[in-house]
């Protein structure tokens, strides 16, 4: 029985870092794959359906055109490498802030650990695409501020968990030892308390991914990320929402594109999960 669940377990594994990775090189090395300039306008090639001829050379659109006769293809690609990098530098940022905080709340305790999960505690009682919106109308669009907002809004998860796990590691043999032999406090958290949380940390962060692409695309949805001329998976949900009859692609496909990211990500979150819970 442990076998087959270690076997099922590696499925997972295997199919969700190999979608990862297809993801990966497909939007990072978007350059490479795209079809045609993702900003490139054809007004005589409006609203061509997928696998259709278009451009008057014979070409064939994979995925087909949108209202402005910009190729599907290309901005799904161009879109995807921007979705990634936002999520990824605020998952880091976010993880960062959050990880230091839960640290420092879980070793110390007391008055610290009750201030730090009482603004914790608050936050979380916010809904985070509330306070996205909110921050967005304060501080204004763009990709720094979009990185600012979903970082602000993720850092909670990441301070929780670790303090979770820093309550029960400071109680170790060797912690207590190296207190008490005068460590200083700061180098205890760096040497024995930071490198047995890297695992839950990473794992976290894996499971934060899905959830930032999937605001910052509801932000590109609403009006209230980047620029509208700049390829989003959420905007161009937004583009082809009015097209939903005629030209199912505009929409649909974006949308299934930003599922089938957070299903693999998720995925591999249970993956890295299932690990922790092996150790």
């Given amino acids: 029985m442990k076998?087959?669940?270690?076997?099922?377990?590696?499925?997972?594994?295997?199919?969700?870092i190999g979608a990862?990775?297809?993801?990966?090189?497909?939007?990072?090395?978007?350059?490479?794959?795209?079809?045609?300039?993702?900003?490139?306008?054809?007004?005589?090639?409006?609203?061509?359906?997928?696998?259709?001829?278009?451009?008057?050379?014979?070409?064939?659109?994979?995925l087909g055109t949108d209202q402005l006769g910009r190729d599907v293809l290309s901005?799904?690609?161009?879109?995807?490498?921007?979705?990634?990098?936002?999520?990824?530098?605020?998952?880091?940022?976010?993880?960062?802030?959050?990880?230091?905080?839960?640290?420092?709340?879980?070793?110390?305790?007391?008055?610290?650990?009750?201030?730090?999960?009482?603004?914790?505690?608050i936050q979380m009682s916010i809904p985070s695409m509330l306070l996205a919106i909110v921050m967005v109308a304060v501080l204004g669009s763009g990709l720094k501020n979009i990185v600012i907002v979903l970082a602000v809004t993720g850092w909670v998860t990441f301070a929780r968990v670790v303090r979770s796990q820093v309550l029960s590691l400071k109680e170790m043999e060797y912690v207590e030892a190296a207190r008490a032999m005068g460590v200083p406090h700061v180098t205890v958290m760096r040497r024995?308390?930071?490198?047995?949380?890297?695992?839950?940390?990473?794992?976290?962060?894996?499971?934060?991914?899905?959830?930032m692409i999937l605001l910052a695309a509801a932000l590109s949805f609403l009006g209230l990320g980047i620029e509208v001329s700049t390829p989003t998976w959420g905007g161009m949900v937004n583009d082809g929402k009015s097209y939903i009859d005629s030209a199912w692609w505009l929409s649909t496909l974006p949308g299934l594109a930003i599922a089938f990211v957070i299903l693999s990500i998720n995925l591999f979150g249970d993956w890295l999960r299932d690990r922790a819970e092996d150790r």
């Avoid at 090395?29 to 696998?51: E, R």
């Avoid at 024995?192 to 934060?208: K, M, R, S, V």
Wanted: charged share 10%; proline share 6%.
């Fill in 20 to 62: 990862l990775a297809v993801i990966f090189v497909l939007t990072v090395f978007a350059p490479w794959f795209a079809p045609v300039d993702p900003y490139s306008q054809s007004l005589k090639d409006i609203l061509v359906p997928p696998l259709s001829p278009y451009g008057g050379d014979g070409g064939i659109s994979l």
């Fill in 192 to 211: 024995h308390i930071l490198p047995n949380t890297l695992f839950t940390i990473a794992t976290q962060a894996a499971l934060q991914m899905s959830h």
């Fill in 3 to 16: 076998k087959r669940a270690l076997l099922r377990g590696g499925a997972k594994g295997v199919v969700s």
């Fill in 75 to 121: 901005r799904l690609l161009y879109g995807g490498r921007l979705s990634l990098w936002i999520s990824i530098v605020a998952v880091a940022v976010s993880g960062v802030i959050g990880s230091a905080i839960g640290i420092a709340a879980g070793y110390f305790g007391g008055k610290a650990d009750a201030l730090l999960m009482r603004l914790a505690d």
